[in-house]
């Protein structure tokens, strides 16, 4: 079957978020330092469609792929991140991995990304790490949860709250670590600001609704990526 761009409509463009093929495809081939018409030459393929694949939700042909996957000098299985269902972290290092310190402003970027992040706190019990779904809002970050719950215990003392990705396809990843100290929110405009901001319900049901909200006095964060 030959390489062509099925399902684009002629005559206009069509701006189509990078798929997760198009971003490991991107990120190997610039790994090894190729342009996408040199991959394109390796593969018996045209330049453009390379771009398309890389760019646009794409379900290209098993031929092409393992072509693409030669040229690339990796797997079917890595490009396509057919491993996503392992558990993090059982890949292997990159060859040349390079761990960067990110700036405030890139830890923010990533914190507001709003996903589920890790609080961790001293309880009754002892120390706790509790996954919870948040949010950022005016420079907190702040989560629900339910009163007697390991999460709740935050309140009123200084914790920690973590937020990562990794990327076992590509040996690479982010975390994010924040500390501050935990209040309770009670204030009926700053609920009503924080109802605004949420985008989901807290995945673990229920009546989840004290607020809790901690305001930083320490960001940092680092990135593991591939040096070229």
Do not use: K
């Not at 079957?1 to 190997?28: C, N, Y």
Request: with cysteine; glycine share 10%.
């Amino acid at each position: 079957m030959p390489d062509q761009r099925r399902g684009e409509p002629r005559g206009r463009t069509v701006h189509t978020p990078r798929s997760d093929l198009g971003r490991r495809i991107a990120a190997r081939r610039e790994q090894l330092g190729l342009s996408r018409e040199e991959v394109a030459t390796r593969a018996g393929s045209a330049p453009g469609y390379v771009a398309y694949v890389e760019e646009r939700q794409a379900t290209p042909g098993i031929g092409f792929m393992l072509r693409l996957a030669d040229a690339l000098e990796t797997t079917v299985d890595t490009l396509t991140g057919s491993g996503t269902e392992l558990p993090p972290g059982t890949g292997q290092a990159a060859y040349h991995p390079a761990l960067t310190t990110l700036s405030a402003e890139e830890c923010g970027e990533l914190l507001s990304t709003h996903g589920v992040g890790r609080v961790a706190v001293s309880t009754h019990g002892g120390p706790a790490v509790v996954p919870v779904n948040y949010i950022v809002a005016d420079d907190e970050v702040a989560y629900r949860t339910a009163a007697g719950t390991a999460a709740a215990e935050a309140v009123d003392q200084e914790v920690a709250f973590e937020v990562d990705h990794i990327d076992d396809a590509m040996s690479s990843g982010w975390s994010v670590n924040v500390v501050g100290t935990a209040r309770a929110v009670t204030g009926d405009n700053e609920l009503r600001r924080l109802d605004q901001h949420a985008r989901t319900t807290p995945w673990a049901g229920g009546d989840r609704r004290l607020w809790v909200s901690i305001t930083p006095t320490r960001t940092t964060g680092r990135r593991i990526d591939i040096r070229p």
